[in-house]
């Protein structure tokens, strides 16, 4: 099946931006996805990529994506402690099946 | 978005007992999807559940160990049977969105986080 990794752990000081990176193997995926799992959640839909644009802003979050190295990223503008959770990058096949990468901790420091 | 209510949302269950897992959605959807989350790890699909067929199993998972009902456009079970400490997991149920580019987005049930002793 398709591949997606991720970093595993990635800490920040409240105020600081965030980037958590991916990489998938794909190249047919038509959307990329980001989701925050908070602690005892679920997963929630935080954004998502259209494959054939580099970049995607909304609000404090921004999605560039690097198609040609299968590279995907999430910048969090302004990390607060809220956003203290684990992000997963995943990618989605004709038959919305999902693959999702090992998942990002984001730890936020006071 | 869809809204999906699972049920239980947690359980603690002896080893070699079998636990079902429900999944309703405020909507009538085509298909469903089960996945699993092991501690620490990421999620991977166990199965489609598609109304009015059998469901599909991804590799490594089979009917017998985790049967699948769909009796209707808004409802599934899953049943994690004979069940094991490996079993111990978050179990997931998603549902794609409704027309248009919604249809692209995969909606999360909260999961029902699982113990076997």
């Known amino acids: 099946g398709e591949d997606v990794e991720q970093s595993l752990f990635l800490s920040v000081r409240e105020g600081d931006s965030s980037v958590i990176n991916c990489t998938y193997t794909d190249s047919s995926s038509t959307y990329l996805y980001w989701y925050k799992q908070e602690p005892g959640a679920g997963l929630q839909l935080l954004t998502y990529i259209f494959s054939n644009m580099d970049m995607k802003q909304d609000q404090r979050l921004t999605v560039l994506l690097n198609k040609k190295d299968k590279h995907l990223s999430l910048r969090i503008a302004d990390t607060q402690t809220g956003d203290s959770a684990i992000y997963f990058c995943a990618e989605g096949d004709n038959f919305n099946k999902f693959y999702f990468g090992s998942g990002t901790k984001l730890n936020v420091k006071p | 978005s869809a809204v999906i209510s699972q049920k239980p949302s947690r359980d603690i269950c002896q080893r070699g007992t079998s636990l079902t897992i429900q999944c309703q959605v405020d909507?009538?959807?085509?298909?469903m999807f089960w996945y699993r989350q092991q501690p620490g790890q990421s999620l991977t699909l166990i199965a489609t559940a598609n109304q009015g067929s059998e469901a599909t199993y991804e590799s490594g998972f089979v009917i017998d160990k985790f049967p699948i009902s769909r009796p209707n456009l808004t409802f599934s079970t899953l049943t994690v049977s004979n069940m094991s400490p490996e079993d111990s997991s978050i179990y997931l149920c998603?549902?794609?969105?409704?027309?248009?580019?919604?249809?692209?987005?995969?909606?999360f049930g909260a999961g029902t986080r699982l113990s076997v002793l």
């Open positions: 998603s549902v794609p969105g409704q027309g248009g580019l919604a249809k692209n987005i995969q909606y």
């Open positions: 909507s009538q959807v085509t298909m």
